[in-house]
């Protein structure tokens, strides 16, 4: 009896492990064509959340080809980094948009 009252405390920390604690969701917006903001660092396994605020298409498209996520207007997207290094990016449709990623490992 005394063995199932313990397991239930032990099974809610277990629950709680399952997603790392470094992990986190960064928001990189784009609206009036800039991205913001224009520099941020992240580490690998970090999602990153893209919202397009503007009312027209655009892409956040990694220079080295780590990445390349279109969002049309006024949708977000999300995608996980998977590789350390500094990237920089830019929109395939406004090439002046640009900014740097820093993804630590
Ligand atoms: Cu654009």
Redesign the pocket.
């Known amino acids: 009896m005394s063995g199932r009252l313990f397991s239930l405390p032990l099974a809610l920390v277990c629950a709680a492990m399952v997603v790392p604690a470094h992990a986190a969701t960064i928001e990189i917006t784009?609206e009036n064509?800039v991205i913001s903001p224009a520099e941020i660092s992240a580490k690998v396994g970090d999602t990153v959340n893209w919202v397009n605020k503007?009312v027209?298409?655009?892409?956040a498209t990694a220079k080295n080809g780590d990445f390349d996520v279109t969002l049309p207007p006024k949708k977000s997207a999300t995608s996980v980094l998977k590789k350390a290094g500094t990237v920089e990016y830019y929109?395939?449709?406004?090439p002046n948009?640009k900014a740097t990623l820093k993804i630590e490992p």
Do not use: E, I, K, P
Request: aromatic fraction near 16%.
């Open positions: 784009m064509l503007d027209f298409a655009h892409t929109c395939r449709y406004h948009m």
